[in-house]
């Protein structure tokens, strides 16, 4: 393992390349360029404050009764993340594909190509991160010291959002139904994630079943580290790092064990 | 010192990849058909037990027909797939030309490709800066480098990709039929290219159907039938083998097709007319050695042989041929009266022989109008489109004959000829 490790480090510039070259084609010709990174979960924000913070709950959402915009910024700390999760994961189960030619016509160190999606969506997501804070500061939120916290949160996802990648895109390579299966399993992920709704404000007995999913605590420490402007739970959060490294280690053994698969069934 | 060493290497297929889609994952894994060995009956076997060295060095051809394994083989060689038993051993930095520009975006400028198509093939950036003039130079798009991929040509295309593919300075280069794709001025330059290569030293493994070229640049030859090495050796000797075994195997499609024509009666009307009061049969082509023939070298003699039945005896007659090519284009056409023969009388069954010492055309299939008609055009019995045959070599020449020719040249100017073209 270690070994491979050092082989995907050998290979950095190639991935370096490629990222950006993602991050260059992704949004060349459209007007709004880059922006358009930010723009995405900005929508999903509003969406989500309009109808949760004013028609659905009335400004009654737990935790947030008197400050809908408040309960915006919350929104906002946990949906940026889960965009660069949730579009990891629907990207790498295409990218195989998309990227065939790399696999099936020359020799190419295939697992660059989920590592390179999990990479570009993070640029993404740190692309974000000024203008979350760019709304800390609009809406007099204060910019704390734990925000340095920032990196381990970021580590911790990448090495779980990059396990389940692994795993998502040699098996759709097999089961091209997965894909569809996908998109429905992260929006059930994603409503079984404090996202919209504290972690706090859950029910003790659902808080059993909120705490078997890593990405509750990868998300909360987001919260904690910005919103909330503490520690996060780190008892829990050690948990999630190694829950995380073992799906990084399950999902590259079976990557590489498909590997060789690919060029034929691609 | 050896550059490739192929030992027993098999490669096995999936017969059908479609029915994997019905898979689930829970009969994958209780199977083990996700990770086991692919069942006897269900494998295509792409290559049977291949074994070759290749020195240092050295150009090898590898010829075949279509699906008979050569791709297969140098995808391996290339390290794209893994061969299902034996073992490939490489010395060298390896390029593949198998699929040029692979990786290109087509969103993004010819420069920044050239980065990317660079790393991907195992340049670091700052190799790829130092070859970045002589790529673009080589590839003749100084002016459109800083535009979309997408706005290219596919000739500009595939002249990016073999620039870029060529400067990663390999010492193993392995092409497989890419040339086939160049525009006609840029082929002979990656040709040049080859050359140079070879002048250096480098070894080249060069899948490819063009004989010709083969027998140019190869110092060897592999012939690869249904997965196994059929013959190796001098290049003119194999691609001769191999040429007769596709000219034999064609002849044997080929006249079974003459047998079935004949009794094909309702095509045959559309392509034979005529009041019959003299009827042509048995229409049949002979070479040299009066053997009973239907593919020809160019320069190869030849004899075209049918029956005659006059019912009632005639004295208004004429034999003539005509040849067609592919295009439908008439190369060559004659009868007894454009010939002077002046018609003085036929009765009851006869036979008509036309002898040609050389057949003259280029590579290609033709077909053969055979008819007896009256002075005036009247048709007795017209054969039009009726039987085919090919002419196979190694000549490249093109057009509708071939012309008797030879080239000569004052003293300044130089050629090195090979003898084969």
Known sequence: MIEKLKEIVRHRELIITLV????????????????????????????????????????????????????????????????????????????????????????????VLPIMVVTTNMVHFILGLPVLLFFFILFGKALT?????????????????????????????????????????????????????????????????????????????????????????????????????????????????????????? | ???????????????????????????????????????????????????????????????????????????????????????????????ALIELGAGFHPEISGRENIFINGVILGLTRRQIQEKYAEIVRFAELEEFIDNPVKSYSSGMFMRLGFSIAINVNPEILLIDEVLAVGDASFVPKCLDKINEFRRHGKTIIFVSHDLATIERICDDVIWIKKGKIEMRGYPKRVTDAYLEYVGKKDEVKTLAQHGEEEKLSGREKEK????????????????????EKYIFRADEPLAIQFDVDARAAEDDFVFGIGVYNGDGINCYGSNTLLENYAARRIQGKGRVRLTVPALGLVNGTYFLDVAVHKRDGYPFDYHHFQYTFRVTSSHRDVGIARIPHSWEFSDNIAFSKNENS
Not at chain 1, 30 to 39: A, E, N, P
Not at chain 1, 222 to 237: A, I, M, N
Not at chain 2, 272 to 291: P, T
């Open chain 2, 1 to 95: 010192m050896h550059a490739v060493r192929v030992h027993d290497v098999f490669k096995f297929y999936k017969k059908n990849a479609d029915s994997h889609k019905f898979l689930t994952i829970k009969s994958a894994l209780v199977n083990k058909t996700l990770f086991g060995d692919i069942a006897a009956g269900e494998r295509f076997e792409a290559l049977r037990g291949v074994s070759f060295d290749v020195k240092s060095g050295q150009t090898l051809g590898i010829i075949g027909e279509n699906g008979s394994g050569k791709s297969t083989l140098l995808k391996i060689l290339a390290g794209i797939s893994k061969p299902t038993a034996g073992e490939v051993v490489t010395s060298g930095r390896i390029s």
């Open chain 2, 272 to 291: 034979r007319w005529g009041s019959r009061e003299i009827e042509i049969s048995n229409v049949r082509m002979f070479d040299g050695n009066d053997k």
């Open chain 1, 20 to 111: 950006s070259r993602e991050l260059k084609a992704r949004y060349r010709g459209t007007v709004l360029g880059f922006f358009w990174s930010l723009f995405n979960p900005l929508l999903l924000m509003i969406v989500y404050t309009v109808v949760f913070g004013f028609i659905v709950g009335g400004a009654r959402v737990s935790g947030f009764e008197n400050d809908k915009w408040m309960y915006a910024l919350f929104l906002f700390n946990g949906i940026l993340p889960w965009t660069w999760f949730s579009s990891s994961m629907l990207e790498s189960a295409n990218v195989l594909s998309v990227q065939g030619a790399l696999i099936k016509k020359i020799k190419f160190p295939v697992e």
């Open chain 1, 145 to 266: 010291p734990w925000m340095l916290f920032l990196p381990v949160s970021l580590i911790s996802q990448y090495i779980f959002t990059m396990g389940l990648c692994f795993l998502v895109s040699a098996l759709t390579v097999h089961f091209k139904d997965i894909k569809d299966i996908l998109s429905n399993l992260l929006t059930l992920w994603f409503f079984a994630t404090p996202i919209i709704y504290t972690y706090e404000s859950v029910p003790k007995a659902l808080k059993y079943v909120l705490n078997l999913n890593p990405m509750t605590h990868i998300i909360e420490s987001y919260h904690y580290s910005f919103f909330f402007g503490s520690l996060p739970h780190y008892k829990r959060f050690a948990v999630t790092i190694l829950v995380g490294l073992l799906f990084f280690y399950l999902g590259y053994l079976l990557f590489d064990k498909l590997r060789d698969t690919f060029v034929e069934e691609v």
